[in-house]
């Protein structure tokens, strides 16, 4: 007998199903939509209402307010502007040190006024009615006093975003393809525009770069980052990686506002806040933690605003003359190659060649490395891809030395003890025309084959020594210039190594001829900007058991998972030889024990001096120094959020300016005096 529920459907019950199928499927897509984005209003990009004050000011930032104007609003309801200053084109001469004084004396005023009116006291100027208004007829005393602790001043930005969506024509539908490819929401590709304006060569203070604004150790993740290349920088990789960097945040926290704050706070971070609060909106008006600050917390907001702005970009701008998008082809280096080999054999001036591949390093361009193996280079679409010859191609990377500087010695007697020109250590060194120099000062040696160069023939005397002053008292060294020749140094070959070539220049009094070029720091004078300082050295070097080891100091910026990757090994062996629990991070100025079996002292050192010569180039191809400020440290100051809100400028720059501070012993009281950076 056959059980009732497996009794074939009647004739009239199947017409009816048969009819009504299409619907069920549609409202069970429908409903699985939903169900999918996790979002009130069916939208995987939603604007709520609570958001729309904040949407309204940026738009503003973004159309109608210029890098010449200073809003001065409230942090937390943004859209309360007391007033709009005039600022100072930052072109113009001392224009940061201008504007910070103008804004200072409005938040100044404005914060006195909420005070008086905190107090009780009635609005009297019209400046003062003005205020009062904006907090309604019915405001409470509380929220005059609570306000005047929350001004701040956003620098409009509607000249930059103008030129941000000129440039992004070169991108923006090659972007929106790629995120589409992925399953991702096209519209992430307008995310740029609130990072960098679609800025290719844009980079941070703090070490963000290219166009998506990777951090160093983000991106690592994702992208090749090295003193060769920097993938950060070339936008169709960074893409790819933001693509990868946003599938995650999503799949971890189920909805694209928080994955797309994520992309500013963190994933970790956003899932402390939705653990909290639950959705994005919940997260938006309450959650309050000592790193979801302004930037994070208008993330979103931010990012809504700027792509009402592109989208509709004619009503605010008019017709626009949008770069042509870019397109290239592509070749994989089947070897280590020179860059003006590739600019030869594929016909293409360096210059468009360097625009096409803004990863390479500047030591690339300039020949100090070698194109790396593997590397996809971008060349033009129509340009004939013929097989590169053999002859360019080389087995190995070109090796990098460096030269650490002892007082007394001058660029001309480095030159000479490692037989190079001083004109190429001028230029491999990005100094000045004076060849300036100072102790402690870590040196690039161009050029210099791996193995120490043996004797030949003695030290030609040279003609003349070439002039170069001593370094000059200022606190900042003059302005480099490498086009300028110096001079060469005498053609010899060493017959010892460069501490014994020293020795013996200053046993025959061969120092004493280019006397001048000794650069010897007063004591007044420790800083250096653009120059890799520091003990980067290992010491100590012994053998236990037939295994090398060495010790090193850590110095800033490092970490153990940098000495694992230079050395090759995890970092739990490093925890191991130096008795670190885990989760236990080092400390400036620590010493370590490193095994130096896999990879041997002269990588290691190489690798490391890279390493801090790739972060400084960096900062000081895009700022420079223009003035010093003075800070009292308060109770409850750390050195970290000193240098991100009061100083505004990474922990290594501050350290190099004050080598003597212990940035774990701060008291209440010190005076820190720090470096004002502005863009180039």
């Known amino acids: 007998m056959m059980n009732r529920c497996m009794k074939p459907l009647s004739q009239p019950r199947r017409h009816i199903l048969t009819e009504c199928l299409p619907m069920i499927i549609l409202l069970l897509l429908v409903c699985a939509s939903a169900l999918a984005t996790d979002l009130p209003n069916k939208d995987i990009l939603p604007v709520y209402s609570s958001l729309k004050p904040n949407i309204k000011f940026w738009t503003d930032v973004y159309s109608n307010y210029t890098t010449r104007q200073g809003i001065i609003h409230d942090r937390d309801q943004v859209n309360l502007i007391y007033e709009v200053i005039p600022l100072v084109s930052q072109g113009q001469t001392k224009a940061r040190k201008i504007n910070r004084k103008r804004i200072k004396k409005a938040k100044k005023k404005h914060k006195n006024i909420l005070l008086r009116l905190a107090a009780g006291h009635k609005p009297q100027s019209k400046t003062e009615k003005d205020v009062a208004m904006l907090f309604g007829p019915e405001a409470k005393l509380k929220s005059f006093k609570n306000a005047a602790y929350q001004i701040r001043c956003q620098i409009g930005q509607k000249d930059r975003f103008r030129q941000g969506i000129i440039r992004s024509g070169a991108y923006l539908d090659a972007f929106r393809k790629i995120f589409a490819k992925h399953g991702l929401p096209q519209d992430l590709a307008y995310l740029p525009h609130v990072e960098s304006s679609f800025n290719v060569k844009a980079y941070s203070k703090f070490g963000a770069a290219g166009i998506w604004q990777f951090t160093r150790s983000t991106g690592r993740r994702f992208l090749d980052i090295d003193y060769v290349r920097d993938e950060r920088r070339d936008p169709f ?6 693509v990868k960097l946003f599938k995650e945040n999503h799949s971890k926290l189920g909805n694209w506002p928080m994955a797309i704050t994520a992309y500013n706070h963190g994933a970790n971070g956003m899932l402390r806040a939705k ?23 208008n993330f979103y907001t931010e990012f809504l605003a700027a792509r009402h702005v592109v989208r509709h970009y004619k009503k605010y701008f008019g017709n626009l003359p949008l770069d042509k998008p870019q397109t290239f082809t592509q070749i994989k280096m089947p070897g280590y190659l020179s860059f003006d080999d590739m600019a030869r054999h594929f016909k293409l001036m360096p210059s468009k060649l360097a625009q096409l591949n803004p990863a390479l390093r500047k030591p690339v361009l300039t020949g100090q490395k070698y194109i790396p193996k593997g590397y996809r ?62 102790p402690k000062q870590n040196l690039i040696i161009p050029g210099m084959p791996p193995q120490k160069p043996q004797v030949k023939k003695t030290l030609a005397k040279p003609d003349k020594a070439p002039k170069i002053v001593m370094a000059s008292s200022k606190n900042f060294p003059a302005k480099t210039s490498s086009k300028k020749k110096l001079g060469k140094a005498p053609s010899y070959h060493v017959t010892f190594s460069p501490v014994e070539q020293l020795k013996k220049a200053e046993a025959s009094g061969q120092q004493k001829q280019s006397a001048q070029a000794v650069t010897i720091a007063s004591a007044k004078n420790k800083f250096s900007p653009g120059v890799v300082t520091g003990n980067l050295r290992i010491f100590d070097q012994h053998q236990k058991n037939g295994r090398t080891y060495g010790f090193i100091e850590v110095a800033s910026e490092e970490t153990l998972g940098h000495f694992g990757d230079w050395l090759e090994i995890k970092t739990q062996r490093l925890r191991g030889l130096n008795g670190l629990a885990f989760g236990r991070s080092i400390r400036l100025h620590q010493k370590l024990k490193i095994p130096l079996n896999k990879v041997n002292k002269d990588i290691f050192e190489e690798r490391r001096f890279l390493f801090h010569k790739e972060i400084e180039e960096d900062f000081f191809s895009a700022y420079k120094l223009t003035d010093a400020g003075e800070y009292i440290v308060q109770t409850g100051d750390n050195i970290w959020s000193l240098c991100q809100e009061k100083f505004e400028v990474p922990l290594w720059l501050l350290i190099k300016y004050i080598p003597e501070l212990n940035p774990e012993n701060l008291h209440p009281g010190q005076m820190i005096r720090f470096p004002v950076v502005e863009p180039l």
């Open 237 to 242: 990789l960074a893409t790819e990686a933001a």
């Open 275 to 297: 653990k909290r609060h639950g959705n994005f909106e919940s997260v938006f008006n309450k959650y309050s933690s000592r790193t979801f600050g302004f930037a994070s917390r």
């Open 377 to 438: 280079l971008k060349l033009p679409p129509k340009v004939d891809l013929t097989a590169i010859p053999k002859k360019y191609l080389k087995k190995k990377q070109k090796r990098s030395h460096f030269h650490t500087v002892r007082r007394g010695e001058s660029a001309y007697l480095i030159a000479k003890i490692h037989g190079i020109k001083l004109n190429d250590l001028i230029i491999a060194n990005n100094l000045n025309r004076r060849a300036t120099i100072y």
